[in-house]
């Protein structure tokens, strides 16, 4: 069957935030909240030509799509 959680062991509770539709949990105890940092510096990837230019190429690698 399944164990039965110990009554006297910290919890996570629910925190309300104000002015926002979701609610967050308190950390866990014994972790560490803070999120991992990524690599300080992002190295760029290099272009490689696929073929001709065309007349609207330049402007369309400068274009962000709307999702991002």
Same mark, same amino acid.
């Given at each position: 069957m399944a164990e039965q959680p110990d009554s006297d062991a =910290?919890?996570?509770r629910v925190v309300r935030? #104000? $002015?926002?539709r979701r609610a967050r949990l308190t950390p866990v105890p014994?972790? /560490? =909240? /803070?999120p991992?940092? $990524? #690599?300080?510096?992002v190295e760029?990837?290099?272009r490689v030509a696929r073929g001709p230019k065309g007349p609207n190429d330049d402007?369309?690698?400068?274009?962000? #799509?709307p999702h991002y």
């Open positions: =910290p919890r996570q935030v #104000p $002015g926002s014994g972790t /560490d =909240p /803070d991992e940092s $990524g #690599p300080a510096v760029k990837k290099a402007q369309l690698i400068q274009d962000i #799509p």
